[in-house]
């Protein structure tokens, strides 16, 4: 009986006759796969922070910078205030 035998399924070998292109015509493909580098991001943090970086070193931009800085300078003010440390430090006596 075929009780133990799993069926196997058909494979087709299909080539398309008068296709002269390169590669396969049925491969999905997106459009700017060439210039992404997030289409098959690493797994895991340590892969996720390391293309992060990647990509932030490798595509510059003066407005992305500049706001990266003010965000980071609010975020450590507002530590600070939270945790009570006195700035006066940081200013002249008079």
């Known amino acids: 009986m075929g009780l133990m035998k799993l069926k196997k399924n058909k494979k087709y070998n299909y080539?398309?006759?008068?296709y002269k292109g390169d590669g396969s015509p049925f491969e999905v493909k997106h459009k700017f796969d060439d210039q992404r580098t997030t289409v098959n991001p690493a797994k895991g943090i340590k892969g996720?922070?390391?293309a992060a970086i990647d990509d932030y070193r490798?595509?510059?931009d003066d407005s992305v910078n500049k706001r990266v800085f003010i965000i980071v300078a609010v975020l450590v003010l507002l530590f600070l205030f939270i945790i009570g440390?006195?700035?006066s430090i940081?200013?002249?006596?008079s």
């Open 90 to 93: 940081f200013l002249p006596k």
């Open 48 to 50: 996720k922070f390391n």
């Open 58 to 60: 490798h595509n510059h």
């Open 15 to 18: 080539k398309p006759q008068y």
């Open 85 to 87: 440390f006195d700035l």
